[in-house]
């Protein structure tokens, strides 16, 4: 992934080389100028709403306004983690992700907000969990209700969440991404400080799970405004 992401911020730096012509650097600069050309012709193409790849989620225009308010409030978030990480402050790191970035996180929120501790959160977590593997189990496969991003407007998880509005693939990357967060946190909490190069190295393997779960998404979805 990193490479990747690396590699997208290069063509302005290698379209600059001008080698003589006949020769195999030109060849292969030629080459690789053929591949970033059609790399950089596919955001533009995505621009066009016909030829946009991603699947459309229509929602009402209340849900669809709280559902971007909590995407950017998980943007938020990511930075706080980022900004704690920096900080060597794992802790914190991964208080946040489990508050804020795992399945149900807006009770865990609401909670931590009202003073509970971390055991009486891991508590309610535990047996939030065990219900939901219930559930999950009546039903088959799948991801249950769809009662996953709940409390869009009601706020605690409590109320009517996004989780209906989604298909069930959009649903399933949902539970991804709350999972690589839940894992993010657990790795994060476990470190001691000073923190040494692997502990820096797993932590940032376990976040990068957490990106690449958003990046997933947004690859495969879009919002558009039902009537
Ligand atoms: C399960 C799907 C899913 C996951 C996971 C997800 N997003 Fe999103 N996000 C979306 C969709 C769909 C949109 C709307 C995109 C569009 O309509 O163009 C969106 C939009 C956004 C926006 C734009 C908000 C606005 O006001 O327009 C931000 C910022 C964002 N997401 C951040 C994140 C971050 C950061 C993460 C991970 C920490 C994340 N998202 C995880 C589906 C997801």
Request: charged letters at 20%; aromatic letters at 6%.
């Amino acid at each position: 992934m990193l490479p990747l992401a690396r590699g997208t911020t290069a063509p302005a730096r290698h379209t600059r080389y001008h080698p003589g012509p006949g020769s195999l650097q030109s060849l292969v600069t030629g080459l690789g100028i053929a591949i970033l050309t059609a790399c950089l012709a596919l955001p533009a193409a995505a621009i066009s709403a016909e030829e946009d790849p991603r699947a459309a989620v229509s929602l009402p225009a209340d849900v669809a306004t709280a559902f971007l308010a909590e995407m950017r409030t998980h943007m938020a978030n990511l930075d706080d983690v980022v900004a704690a990480l920096a900080e060597e402050d794992f802790k914190t790191a991964a208080s946040i992700a489990e508050l804020q970035m795992t399945q149900g996180h807006h009770r865990w929120a609401t909670m931590a907000e009202n003073g509970a501790s971390d055991e009486e959160i891991a508590a309610a977590k535990a047996r939030f969990k065990a219900k939901r593997a219930a559930r999950n189990g009546q039903m088959g496969a799948g991801s249950g209700q769809g009662k996953g991003m709940g409390g869009g407007s009601g706020g605690m998880g409590m109320g009517p969440g996004f989780g209906r509005y989604m298909p069930e693939g959009f649903r399933a990357m949902g539970d991804s991404f709350h999972e690589a967060a839940e894992s993010f946190a657990a790795t994060a909490r476990s470190l001691a400080n000073p923190a040494g190069r692997e502990d820096y190295r797993s932590v940032l393997e376990g976040l990068q799970e957490v990106t690449s779960a958003c990046r997933a998404c947004h690859d495969a979805y879009r919002i558009e405004v039902s009537e």
